[in-house]
Antibody
């Protein structure tokens, strides 16, 4: 059973960079056929896809983030990470990591972590 | 990007009744790459349906999906107490992936 777990600071100051890690257990990130994703949910709102990465390093992003997001992967430690630069209060959200089973639906999710942007 | 519009916003029903949730896309969803998720408070979304009509592993057969092109439906027959939650549709036919705004299914 694949499990994903987000970790990182729960509070980030405006204009700084948000950094989160998703540790994958019960399966290898290097197994083909899956993309590893970040999705966020603003408080009381719907879901927004941030981007994803393949184990070989190819990544894709939602243009709405205006190039502020960077996703990386460490196959040796079986985790992937998100960096979101120049954050504002509008980036306050629950951030989820999730696995996409090709062609593209999310079959496993982490529990989510709330990140608040505030001084 | 493809915009997904779900209706109704809120659906009030009683256990034992049937529910019909709609998801309309702003343009055709290729290959019926449309999924449905259920989300309860404090939990991540749970995959119910993928490929418009295929049930995910462990999902009861009272959940069914249908549709193609721009119009998709999630049907829940004989509502159980645990089915009251928020439901999201999601298209993965074109980038960026997008989600509907959700339908809240509440107990009447």
């Amino acid at each position: 059973q694949v499990q994903l777990q987000e970790s990182g600071p729960g509070l980030v100051k405006p204009s700084q960079t948000l950094s989160l890690t998703c540790t994958v257990s019960g399966g290898s990130i290097s197994s083909g056929g899956y993309y590893w994703n970040w999705i966020r949910q603003h408080p009381g709102k719907g879901l927004e896809w941030i981007g994803n990465i393949y184990y070989s390093g190819g990544s894709y992003y939602n243009p709405s983030l205006k190039s502020r997001a960077t996703i990386s992967v460490d196959t040796s430690k079986n985790y992937f990470s998100l960096k979101l630069s120049s954050v504002t209060a509008a980036d306050t959200a629950v951030y989820y990591c999730a696995r996409v089973r090709r062609p593209g639906y999310f079959d496993y999710w982490g529990q989510g972590t709330l990140v608040t942007v505030s001084s | 990007e493809i915009v997904l519009t779900q209706s109704p916003g809120t659906l009030s029903l009683s256990p034992g009744e049937g529910a019909t949730l709609s998801c309309r896309a702003s343009q055709s969803v290729s290959s019926s790459y449309l999924a449905w998720y259920q989300q309860k408070p404090g939990q991540p979304p749970r995959l119910l349906i993928y490929g418009a009509s295929s049930r995910a592993t462990g999902i009861p057969d009272r959940f069914s999906g249908s549709g193609s092109g721009t119009d998709f439906t999630l049907t829940i027959s004989r509502l159980e107490p645990e089915d009251f939650a928020v439901y999201y549709c999601h298209q993965y036919g074109s980038s960026p992936y997008t989600f509907g705004q959700g339908t809240k299914l509440e107990i009447k």
